[in-house]
């Protein structure tokens, strides 16, 4: 059985949120699609980035460690190295212009399975790309962008795993990824949807040292499940293959499940339903603070102690 359809959400550990939400909102051109808080700390906000609908494979999600001791991302072995985004062809020289006009760091990066590659680094130091695409995807274009610059949405994630042999078995054995290209040291991978939500790229890093999570770093990849009830059959299969995962989380708009793949990349599960529109009608997405059903009764106090944020 084929259980993972694309990529759901990427989640970053950003370090200024109002950086953050105007770089995501008015440089990217990205809908926040939920204004929330981390479902396991009352007093960080979480941030959800997307298209206009929010669908599965254009959500990036950021938490924000603000004056938090945390250690800065360290790139190697065990660690998740880019996210890229799909942008039509043609486009990389508007978007390096409109990148170092806001004062990021670009660079040209070699060309990628006959694919052209613009690296930067977020307003957290998230190592992120866009990768000019033929992409099926069409959302409406946002903010100052038309249709020939759009983000449609996610392109890849780069994983360097501490075992890669372990990590393709892991995700082509038993979750049924298709080796869609081999370039190098690099090796696509897709799922059901065929990479119309996103591909999986693993990079070989023998030769890197052994990274670690931290401060502008990756936390996770998401990968989207059709239903509740076939993440209750994942688990279940997962867990007779010996793999650790945490119980089904209510994550109010989708169902999670956790765990670290065999070379040491957290991942996550999540489900489609009941969406974002169960507090939201769609052209009110992220308009208004939305708790998790944990902290929906202590609203008055969080939005006393969240720090401030300009979503103009």
């Given at each position: 059985m084929t259980w993972v359809r694309g990529l759901h959400h990427i989640t970053g550990a950003a370090t200024d949120g109002?950086?953050?939400?105007?770089?995501?909102?008015?440089?990217?051109?990205l809908r926040r699609v939920k204004k929330t808080i981390n479902h396991e700390t009352a007093d960080q906000w979480h941030l959800f980035y997307g298209d206009y609908d929010g669908n599965a494979g254009t959500i990036m999600t950021n938490f924000f460690f603000e004056n938090v001791p945390l250690p800065p991302w360290k790139r190697g072995r065990g660690t998740i190295s880019d996210v890229a985004f799909s942008v039509p062809r043609g486009s990389l020289d508007f978007w390096q212009r409109r990148l170092e006009a806001h004062g990021l760091s670009c660079e040209r990066r070699d060309e990628r399975f006959g694919e052209q590659v613009l690296g930067y680094v977020d307003p957290s130091g998230i190592p992120s790309e866009l990768i000019e695409h033929d992409d099926e995807r069409d959302p409406p274009a946002l903010g100052d962008l038309d249709d020939t610059h759009k983000v449609r949405g996610f392109h890849s994630t780069t994983i360097i795993s501490r075992i890669p042999e372990l990590t393709l078995q892991f995700f082509t054995g038993l979750l049924q990824a298709e080796?869609?290209?081999?370039?190098?040291?690099?090796?696509?991978?897709?799922?059901?949807?065929?990479?119309?939500?996103?591909?999986l790229d693993l990079l070989d890093g023998a030769d890197l040292p052994w990274g670690h999570w931290g401060l502008g770093g990756i936390h996770h990849v998401a990968f989207t499940v059709e239903s509740k009830e076939q993440m209750e059959m994942l688990w279940r299969v997962l867990s007779g293959a010996g793999a650790i995962l945490t119980d089904l989380r209510d994550r109010k708009w989708f169902h999670s499940m956790y765990m670290t793949e065999p070379g040491g990349i957290n991942i996550e599960f999540s489900n489609l339903d009941p969406g974002w529109t169960v507090d939201e009608p769609l052209e009110e997405l992220g308009s208004t603070l939305a708790?998790?059903?944990?902290?929906?009764?202590?609203?008055?106090?969080?939005?006393a102690k969240l720090p401030t944020l300009r979503f103009d």
């Open positions: 109002q950086k953050d939400h105007d770089f995501y909102t008015k440089v990217l051109g080796v869609v290209g081999t370039e190098g040291r690099r090796t696509r991978l897709a799922f059901a949807d065929q990479g119309r939500s996103g591909y708790l998790p059903k944990q902290w929906a009764d202590q609203r008055a106090e969080i939005e």
